[in-house]
Each structure stands twice: as structure tokens, then as C-alpha cells.
């Protein structure tokens, strides 16, 4: 059904009223899908639009979009989307930041520690003498993340892990804020054989010693780029900084979509929101302003790869993975991170009068308001 967004709304200040515990009805299941569906197609439309406008807009076969040079295309996201996906590294319980985008916001001092001299990989628990059996037995994968929470504080426990994966020819990319790098730290690492550092750069505001971070990890890695939320205070403050950032030389800036989970969805109350796929929430000026960045860099040519990490990413990975690993047709791990539907985030753009539903029709009878009773 096409609802107008005038019944979209009447229906959803009801939802939110409810209590939490409240079983819904099947109809009542029909009007919040066909809502979800309408903002949806809304968003989806405007961003067609903006696509439209790139004229140097490339896809990587189809499983996510870019601007820029292909050979700069970052190795790790080609394992994500092409290879046997992102194999994730996990040591650091521990952050020198509190960024408002972060999904573990407002519980980073409750992060569980893994393990004194262990690593999680797959869930499992390794210590560093164990990684040599782990390569023998599993068919190794194409590429390995560092990630959980910021690595730099205790960088130098990585460096013996990042050598035995590099004399197994694994590709190797790590997560950082930058703000603990140093000169010396971000040497060691590229002598380990780390082929790939990813500086948060909103993290810090744009600040000019990461910035700085940037420069230096050049002369020692490899691939070097930026991965953060696209944020209004992300977009505004590269611009700002734009040209030292750019002579950084560095080669590539995934710009993901911010998605929320019920970490970080408070500190962005009021803004208008959408589910992609009944799966990740966001903020609608998320993408937009990564397709808007992207403009900027297609047209002026920039000497690097902008990446579209969005949520039609995200969810291209998932099914990626689910068939490297051998799961059934259509399986994927892609999902909405709420237990339950947060249907008070969607009442902004339902009461925003700028935002408008592409066609609405009459609600079908027995959907109105007074008249669904099964």
C-alpha cells in the first residue's frame, strides 16, 4: 500500500506509545512496513538524483560505487565485497576518544577485555603462538582487519601478529583515531608488513596532528586512507582542511554511512531517519552528504579513490560473505541492530513538512485508524 504520510504519522505516534512488550498485529505489521517502504523510496529517489550528478561515478561490479582511480580502490574493501570478507582481528577493549558516532557511545568503559596476551579471531581465542596452527588448518582469507577499539593503545603488542600473517600473504589493514600515532609507532608498523592504515579522522575533528599522522604514515604504509562516518561536522571540517589533507597524498577515504544502534541513536534525537531494507537505521544526511563529497571530488579532480561506503555496501558484504562461507541461497547476516523498532526515531521526517512521500493513496479499508480490530 502507498500510505500518505499524514496516516503514516497518526499510525507511528501511536507505535511509539506503546509499551514495549506490545505484540503487534498483522495489519499493524503492514502499515509500518509500507511506511518504512514510502521514506525508503523517498530517499532512494533523491539519491538517484545526486548519483546522476557524478559524471565520473564507477562500481566496483555493481556491489558498491566510487570516484577516482580503480588502482587506489582499497584491497581491504575489495576483500570485504569480492573476497572472503572482512576477517576480523580483535585485541584493544580500550579508546582514547568518545566520539558521539561510535556504536559502543556512552559504554565504552564496559567494553568486556579479551584476554591478558590473547586475540579474538572468529570468536575464538588465540594467543600469538597459536596463529601459526590456525594458518595451517584454515584455508587462509583474503584480507584481515584490526579493529576493537583503538589499537594505538597498545600498538606494540600487534607488531609479532602482524608479521606471521604478513609471511602468510595476508593483506592487512588496521583502524585508528590517529591521535596516539607517532613517527616511530607508525614506522613499526609498516616494517611488520602492515599494508593498510584507516585513520578516523571525524574522530578528532579534522584535527592537524592526525592530519600530521596521515603524512607520516605515507612514508611507511603502503595504502593509507580515511574511514569515518559521514557526519554535517565531518563534511564541513574536511572542506575546511581540505587542502592539507589532500597533500597528504594519501590514497583513498571511505566515507561510510553513519548507522545507529542504542548506543548512539540518543545523541542524534530529532534528526530524520530511515531503514534501509528493515535493516540499519540512519540519518538520512548520512549518504546524501558522501554523494555531495563525492561530487566535489569527481569534479576537481582529486588524486584518490572517495568510497561510497553505504548501506547498500554493507548489505552487498554480507551477502558476499554468507556465500563464501557456504550458506544457503540468500542468507545473509544483514540486519536491524534493535530489538525492538524504534518507532519514535521516524517521527521527525513524518512530521517534516519539506520531506514528501513520492505517491500516497487512501488507506485500504479495515487500516484506518478505529477500524483495524484483527
Known amino acids: 500500500m502507498k500510505i500518505s504520510k499524514k496516516d503514516a504519522l497518526a499510525w507511528f505516534e ?25 521514506i525508503e523510496a523517498a530517499i532512494d529517489h ?36 569480492m573476497g572472503t570478507g572482512l576477517s ?20 565504552l568503559g564496559d567494553i568486556p577485555p579479551i584476554g591478558e596476551g590473547m586475540w579474538e579471531i572468529g570468536g575464538t581465542r588465540f594467543y600469538d603462538k597459536d596463529i601459526d596452527l590456525l594458518l595451517s588448518i584454515h584455508k587462509k582469507p583474503t584480507g584481515v582487519a ?73 612514508k611507511y604504509i603502503k595504502n ?11 563534511f564541513k571540517g574536511f572542506l575546511k ?8 597524498k594519501l590514497d583513498f577515504i571511505n566515507c561510510a554511512e553513519l548507522h545507529l544502534n542504542e548506543n548512539n541513536i540518543g545523541n542524534y534525537d530529532g534528526e530524520n531517519m530511515y531503514i534501509s531494507r528493515h535493516g540499519y537505521i540512519s540519518p538520512t544526511w548520512s549518504r546524501e552528504l558522501t554523494l555531495k563529497f563525492m ?15 553505504s548501506n547498500y555496501t554493507k548489505f552487498t558484504r554480507d551477502l558476499n560473505l554468507s ?25 521527525p521526517i513524518l512530521r517534516d513538512d519539506n520531506f514528501k512521500f513520492l505517491s500516497e493513496e487512501e488507506l485500504p479499508e479495515g487500516y484506518k485508524p478505529g477500524e483495524l480490530f484483527f
Open 46 to 81: 533523491r539519491n538517484d538524483i545526486l548519483m546522476s550528478q557524478i559524471k565520473g561515478l564507477k562500481t566496483l561490479k555493481d556491489r558498491t560505487f566510487f570516484v577516482g582511480s580503480e588502482d587506489k580502490f582499497p584491497k581491504g574493501c575489495i576483500s570485504c565485497l
Open 14 to 38: 501511536f507505535f511509539a506509545m506503546l509499551p514495549e512488550d506490545q505484540e503487534l498485529m498483522t495489519k499493524q505489521q503492514e502499515i509500518i512496513y509500507a511506511t518504512f517502504a514510502q
Open 295 to 309: 561530487k566535489i571530488a569527481d569534479e576537481e579532480k582529486w588524486d584518490l579513490v572517495v568510497h561510497d561506503c
Open 241 to 248: 582542511k581540505k587542502q592539507a589533507i589532500l597533500d597528504t
Open 224 to 234: 593509507v586512507g580515511i574511514e569515518t562516518p559521514m557526519t554535517p561536522e565531518l
Open 146 to 218: 584490526y579493529v576493537y577499539l583503538e589499537p594505538f593503545m597498545e600498538i606494540e603488542k600487534y607488531y609479532s601478529v602482524i608479521k606471521k600473517f604478513s609471511a602468510a600473504g595476508v593483506h592487512q589493514h588496521l583502524y585508528t583515531n590517529g591521535i596516539a600515532a607517532t613517527d616511530e609507532t607508525l614506522k613499526a608498523l609498516g616494517e611488520a608488513g602492515l599494508d593498510e592504515i584507516r585513520f578516523n579522522l571525524g574522530a578528532s575533528n579534522c584535527s592537524d596532528k592526525v592530519i600530521e599522522n596521515i603524512k607520516i604514515a605515507k
Open 323 to 347: 556465500s563464501k562461507e557456504g550458506k544457503w541461497f540468500g542468507a545473509s547476516s544483514y540486519g536491524c541492530e534493535f530489538n525492538r523498532t524504534p518507532y519514535e526515531a521516524f517521527l
Open 88 to 107: 576480523a582481528i580483535r585485541k584493544t577493549n580500550k579508546c582514547n576518544a568518545a566520539c558521539k558516532f561510535c556504536y559502543d557511545y556512552g559504554v
